[in-house]
């Protein structure tokens, strides 16, 4: 059974959602199947993110913007500290340590405001209309994780471009390009997700923006992003530890630097991530249904 998805309009209106790809392109499978139900989730889970996608070509902008922070970042305070060296990093120059956390930190800020969109969804009444629909719960959530990803891409592309100017030594393996791809998807799901279960609780934009600015400067200075783990005082060695965004920055620093290495190990990185964005996203599907209570 068919349902219409809606997309909102740049003066506030809701008209139907014009899809990209057909789902008669998909192959035929008995309904009430499994692997129909399977295909069924993941159809409605990227129309959603199809849908998500959309906006960021009517408005570009929010993109260039969210880079400006990063760059000021790299500019100013990597290129003072790289001088004066502060920090220690080893046998790796602090630019070259730096721009990882720069990565993950961009990574971070994009996708922690990403639950004021639901706020605005639900103003704009095109929550209501998801949840009258037949489209799970978790497919809503995981589209809205994915198109997050979409976005930290972006911040990648800006992130390595300032890297190769700065002088950089980055790891232009393909394998380890796709590790980053990977990393940047997962670091987005995860912290859009979270994003999206402060929308649920707090229901206002103006609880909401000041709650995601109070989380992620002590994210982001809880974490390895500036100064390795080692340097720090014991108290905040235990916090770092159980910050997810060490372990995309850990990650990141061992697969987008030219002789890189993980503290903790690519596959532990994976899978902590991976198993914070699946509790994250099945607590936000549970809470979903709350924004407009």
């Known amino acids: 059974m068919k349902h219409q998805e809606y997309a909102a309009q740049p003066?506030?209106?809701v008209s139907p959602l014009r899809r990209s790809f057909s789902e008669a392109s998909i192959p035929f499978m008995p309904v009430g199947s499994t692997l129909y139900m399977v295909r069924q989730f993941f159809y409605k889970t990227f129309v959603i993110a199809e849908l998500e996608v959309r906006k960021l070509r009517h408005d570009p902008t929010e993109l260039l913007t969210r880079a400006l922070q990063p760059a000021l970042w790299m500019l100013i305070f990597g290129e003072v500290f790289s001088r004066i060296r502060a920090i220690p990093t080893g046998d790796v120059g602090y630019l070259d340590f730096m721009a990882p956390g720069i990565l993950a930190q961009s990574v971070l800020f994009v996708a922690i405001f990403y639950g004021i969109a639901i706020i605005w969804e639900r103003d704009l009444g095109i929550i209501h209309k998801f949840l009258v629909s037949p489209t799970p719960?978790?497919?809503?959530?995981?589209g809205k994780a994915l198109s997050a990803g979409v976005r930290g891409l972006s911040q990648a592309v800006i992130i390595y471009g300032l890297s190769l100017i700065l002088g950089v030594h980055i790891n232009w393996n393909p394998v380890a390009l796709l590790g980053i791809l990977l990393f940047v998807f997962l670091g987005s799901a995860l912290f859009s997700t979270f994003s999206l279960i402060i929308a649920c609780i707090v229901k206002t934009r103006e609880r909401f923006m000041g709650i995601g600015q109070v989380m992620t400067m002590p994210l982001f200075f809880a974490s390895n992003a500036i100064y390795p783990i080692a340097i720090m005082p014991a108290w905040l060695k235990a916090i770092a530890h159980i910050n997810p965004l060490t372990y995309e920055v850990d990650a990141l620093r061992g697969l987008m630097l030219l002789g890189g290495t993980s503290?903790?190990?690519i596959g532990f990185d994976f899978v902590v991530l991976m198993a914070g964005t699946i509790l994250l996203a099945s607590i936000g599907a549970a809470l979903y249904?709350?924004?407009v209570a």
């Open 137 to 142: 719960r978790m497919a809503l959530v995981l």
């Open 289 to 291: 249904p709350k924004v």
């Open 11 to 13: 003066d506030g209106s």
């Open 263 to 265: 503290v903790f190990g």
